[in-house]
Each structure stands twice: as C-alpha cells, then as structure tokens.
C-alpha cells in the first residue's frame, strides 16, 4: 500500500481553529516538518482541509 509524505510548507497562524487542529492530528509542528502517513480515507480527508497549507506526495514501500 502507498503512503503520503505530508509536508507543511505555510504557517498556521492566521488559519481557523479547525485547520489547526488538522494539522496537530497530522503531526506536523512546524513549516518544512515532513511527516509519512498511510493512504487511506481519514488522511485523505485531513490533507483536504489544509490543502492550501501543506505538500503531498505518495511515496511507494
């Protein structure tokens, strides 16, 4: 099965408070933080909401 590599490239700053918290259950802390999670529905759905927020990219293991 695939994986995405999740980076976040913009701050969260100036972002709602449920964006926030989608990129606290990502795991990502900071800009430039990388993070491999599985490619299934609900990281899917997470990447969605701040999509304008971070760089995705699937990586084959």
């Known amino acids: 099965m695939s994986k995405l590599k999740v980076t976040q490239v913009?701050?969260?700053?100036?972002?709602?408070?449920?964006?926030?918290e989608t990129l606290r259950s990502l795991g990502l802390k900071r800009i430039g933080h990388t993070v491999v999670r599985e490619?299934?529905?609900?990281?899917?759905?997470?990447?969605n909401v701040?999509?304008?927020?971070?760089?995705?990219?699937?990586?084959?293991e």
């Open 39 to 47: 490619n299934d529905a609900q990281n899917r759905g997470y990447v």
């Open 50 to 60: 701040v999509r304008h927020l971070v760089h995705v990219e699937e990586v084959d």
């Open 10 to 20: 913009k701050s969260k700053i100036s972002e709602k408070p449920n964006q926030r």
